[in-house]
């Protein structure tokens, strides 16, 4: 008789599932946000997301934050 284990999935793996499309939702949101801000912003709300140019230094400084989130989150990069 063979015996399979069964692989159950704890709450760290959940956890880091979740992280990590928190992470890829971050990053697609400042992108877009960088996107629109060179192409003249968006005007479907009636020119209410029309950032000033200045607000593209903040916009790249939360992408950065974003790529940079996990390796703070790990414990691995702090040993």
């Not at 209410?48 to 990069?77: C, D, E, R």
Request: charged share 10%.
């Amino acid at each position: 008789m063979v015996q399979r284990t069964v692989r159950r999935f704890g709450f760290e793996h959940v956890l880091g599932t979740l992280l990590t499309a928190l992470i890829g939702f971050g990053i697609w949101i400042t992108l877009r946000a960088t996107w629109l801000l060179a192409h003249g912003g968006d005007t479907s709300f009636g020119g209410m997301f029309k950032y000033p140019p200045w607000v593209s230094a903040h916009f790249l400084s939360a992408f950065v934050f974003v790529l940079i989130l996990p390796f703070q989150l790990w414990s691995g990069t702090r040993r």
